[in-house]
């Protein structure tokens, strides 16, 4: 169950198109797998549009109901075979493209270790600009993915008992929740939960589901780490986790 969204303003901004290109990023793919703030949107959507209309003096319309009428007048009116030539002419089998559904069932997902996690509609086009895997300590994975302008955003994997080690943030840490469940002394989080943390929180990312967790994030600088021997990894931070 999803218990963590984006704000309804940063919602709102998403529709407005004022939020960064990367938390735009972020707050997309969330919506992909939250029924709740897609509606959001999609109700935010019309009110924008509805008002652009009326701001450029054209009258609102209701689109739903025109659109149903336009559809039952089609479905009425006969055909242009039938008008034509009195009869009907029988339609050719359509067959299947089997390799699309394949390449699709392929494309939406990642693959680590023999197991595919499929990604959020909004990610899927990052896929070929996902970096290898590379593992790091304490059961971690991490794969890079290039943004372009937008900057670098990691897929972190965490093993059956992999953790982050505590640490707060120089700037801020965007993360959702691909797959699995983890907790990190503050909360603890499931699979399409939307997680923002900056330099007010300290917290220790830590999975014990059986399966693991995988993880999106964007940080716009490096971590900082708090606590015992991780805190001589802080002058090499920028290498990982970034």
Same mark, same amino acid.
């Given at each position: ?113 023999? &197991? ?53 943030? &120089? ?34 990312? &830590? ?36």
């Amino acid at each position: 169950m999803i218990r963590f969204h984006p704000s309804a303003q940063q919602l709102v901004s998403f529709v407005d198109g004022n939020l960064s290109p990367a938390v735009s990023l972020m707050v997309s793919a969330h919506c992909d797998m939250c029924s709740t703030c897609q509606r959001f949107v999609e109700q935010e959507t019309e009110r924008l549009a509805g008002s652009l209309l009326e701001d450029n003096g054209f009258k609102p319309v209701d689109l739903k109901a025109d659109y149903s009428a336009m559809i039952a007048q089609i479905t009425q009116s006969p055909s242009s075979v039938e008008a034509d030539t009195g009869t009907q002419q029988k339609q050719s089998p359509r067959k299947q493209n089997t390799n699309t559904e394949v390449s699709i069932a392929v494309n939406d997902s990642i693959e680590l270790d023999g &197991r595919n996690f499929v990604l959020p509609r909004t990610l899927q086009r990052y896929k070929e600009k996902t970096g290898g895997w590379s593992s790091l300590v304490g059961k971690l994975w991490q794969a890079p993915v290039d943004l372009g302008s937008q900057g670098v955003a990691n897929f972190i994997y965490m093993g059956k008992g992999g953790s982050v080690p505590e640490h707060t943030h &120089r700037g801020t840490e965007y993360t959702l929740v691909i797959n699995g469940e983890f907790s990190d002394g503050l909360n603890n989080y499931d699979s399409g939960d939307f997680i923002f943390m900056d330099g007010q929180n300290t917290h220790t990312p &830590r999975s014990d589901n059986a399966q693991g967790c995988l993880v999106f994030t964007i940080v716009d600088q490096p971590l900082h780490f708090t606590s015992g021997i991780a805190r001589l990894l802080n002058p090499f931070s920028h290498l990982f986790f970034r």
